[in-house]
């Protein structure tokens, strides 16, 4: 089965510019998941997605970013105006249930952001 | 208050058992886990043991926990350089998949 992809891999964009970051999950499972490490620190969770629906959104830093699951299937992640602030690794991840006794976190390899 | 905290770095010589702690301070978490993560590569799920457990072995890998303490540790034995790595610890409660990281060991192996 293929893994959860996140695209792209790198991106380098100037403060103030936009940037969308795009997951595609495993297929079929329903949970998403964005998590994010910055600058060296702990991984900390974003937002989570049961099919189309924004379950827990407190993980979100702010108002200039944006989630969205459109139809259910891959999720993309809008970053609008981006601050030096948002530089980190922003990872995806997808599970078939939302509970890891019967489905774990598949993560994908992450997307490095860096805001100059 | 959730928070995991780990050391930033260790150090092993190939072949040496490497000991990797963690202490967080939730009371209420249930599961508490390992991550590695390989240059380049995404965070790979090693193991995870339920809070009412005191140790779980798998293979190379043994899990340690003392809830009175909220001290968690991943034992890797004979250690090779295939195991360097970044190690994340995390807990969730009642297992759901929102987890809480620390900022994780970064593992170096040498010969």
């Known amino acids: 089965e293929a893994g959860v992809t996140q695209f792209p891999s790198h991106s380098v964009i100037e403060k103030g510019q936009t940037v969308t970051l795009r997951c595609d999950p495993i297929s079929g499972h329903d949970n998403l998941y964005w998590y994010r490490r910055v600058m060296g620190k702990e991984i900390k969770f974003l937002l989570h997605f049961v099919k189309e629906s924004k379950q827990d959104e407190s993980g979100m830093p702010n108002n200039r970013f944006l989630a969205e699951r459109t139809g259910g299937t891959y999720s993309t992640l809008k970053v609008q105006p981006a601050e030096l602030e948002d530089s980190g690794v922003y990872f995806c991840?997808?599970?078939?249930?939302?509970?890891?006794?019967?489905?774990?976190?598949?993560f994908g390899n992450g997307t490095r952001l860096t805001v100059t | 208050g959730e928070d995991v905290e780990q050391s930033l770095f260790l150090s092993v010589r190939e072949g040496d058992s490497s000991v990797i702690n963690c202490t967080y301070t939730d009371s209420s978490s249930t599961y508490l886990y390992w991550y590695k993560q390989e240059p380049g590569a995404g965070l790979q799920l090693l193991t995870y043991i339920f809070s009412n457990m005191d140790m779980k072995q798998d293979q190379r890998l043994t899990v340690l926990l003392n809830k009175k303490d909220k001290h968690l540790s991943l034992r890797i034995a004979d250690t090779q350089t295939g195991d360097s790595a970044i190690y994340f610890c995390a807990e969730s409660k009642r297992g759901y998949n929102k987890l809480i990281f620390g900022a994780g060991t970064r593992l170096a192996v040498h010969p």
């Open positions: 991840a997808s599970s078939q249930e939302g509970v890891v006794e019967n489905s774990p976190l598949h």
